[in-house]
């Protein structure tokens, strides 16, 4: 009996620290606006979608501003490539395969991912903008840019769906409008 709760313990134990957390908070200096930071495995990511307003290439959800304060808003490709703050970045196809690979290990990429999920970085499901300037699948779906474009008119983007539980990495049109979340830049030892 010893031996069965010493290894339930171990496992447990092994589970947290594999997954102990860094929370944080970053504030952005170009509009004051505070967000909320996860340390997954070696890389630091802001857990909440971006807000920041630009001249152009960004949308709130249907227009509405209660959408952009709740999911962030959304970013053709062109614009999400400078959105991200200084000492962060719009994250490359491969730091979504290594977020990907990290969780992984501890469970389903959606439930590890998804709001209130284990690893803290809370996609909310805020849909996405077409090129019709219609707005789809809020609740459902969350897409995030990556910064890795791929042929012509399309670029990587990182997908997770309700419906199926299933998250992959693709390509689309960059003048769709999708969320962005920004990942911190390593800092280089010198």
């Known amino acids: 009996m010893k031996r069965i709760i010493f290894s339930i313990s171990a496992v447990l134990f092994i589970q947290l620290a594999v997954f102990s957390q860094i929370v944080g908070t970053y504030l952005d200096s170009r509009d004051g606006k505070v967000y909320k930071t996860i340390t997954i ?43 991200c703050m200084n000492g962060w970045k719009l994250p490359e196809k491969q730091d979504f395969d290594i977020l990907v690979e990290f969780v992984t290990k501890q469970g389903s990429v959606f439930d590890m991912l998804a709001k209130d999920g284990k690893s803290g970085f809370n996609a909310l499901m805020s849909g996405w903008r077409g090129l019709n300037e219609n707005y789809y699948a809020q609740g459902t779906q969350e897409r995030f840019w990556t910064s890795s474009d791929w042929q012509n008119m399309n670029a990587w983007f990182f997908s997770m769906d309700a419906a199926t539980n299933l998250s992959k990495t693709d390509t689309d049109n960059r003048n769709l409008g999708f969320s962005v979340r920004c990942i911190r830049i390593p800092q280089t030892k010198e």
């Open 41 to 83: 495995g070696s890389q630091t990511w802001m857990s909440e979608n971006l807000n920041y307003v630009t001249e152009s290439g960004s949308w709130c959800y249907n227009e509405s501003h209660a959408a952009c304060d709740q999911f962030g808003r959304l970013y053709n490709f062109e614009t999400a490539q400078n959105v």
